[in-house]
């Protein structure tokens, strides 16, 4: 019998239990205490959802920034290309000759082909 005693649990006052939630022992031992595992887990689970929350928003920054630059290269493209086939036409050509002096001359009959027999 005496080892039975030893064994139970000790069971306090009836008002014991209201007494260690006011003084804080109850947080502080027991249930902290028996869940700081959990709590150790649920703050790292925490601290890489932030994380992955910044990362997250780093990449749609990012992403905006390049949809943007992409827009702007576009557009710059579009506006080479018209340049560059205002210039390539055979009137502007040959102002262009003309007005630097290079002496070049337009071809008065059409170009023909050579054949070579072997």
């Known amino acids: 019998m005496a080892e039975q005693k030893e064994t ?3 069971q306090g006052k009836p008002g014991s239990f209201m007494k260690e939630l006011m003084s804080g ?5 027991v249930i902290v205490l028996k869940n700081l595992w959990y709590i150790i887990f649920l703050t790292i689970l925490g601290a890489f959802y ?3 929350r910044f990362h997250a928003e780093k990449i749609t920054r990012e992403s905006a920034r390049l949809t943007r630059e992409v827009k702007d290269l576009k557009a710059e493209s579009l506006s080479t290309s018209a340049n560059l086939m205002d210039v390539s036409k055979q009137s502007e050509v040959y102002r262009m000759v003309r007005e630097k002096g290079l002496g070049l001359e ?3 009959t ?7 027999d072997k």
């Open 25 to 29: 022992i109850i947080f502080s031992d």
């Open 50 to 52: 932030i994380g992955n």
């Open 110 to 116: 059409p170009p023909y082909r050579l054949i070579v």
């Open 106 to 108: 337009e071809l008065k």
């Open 8 to 10: 139970k649990p000790k």
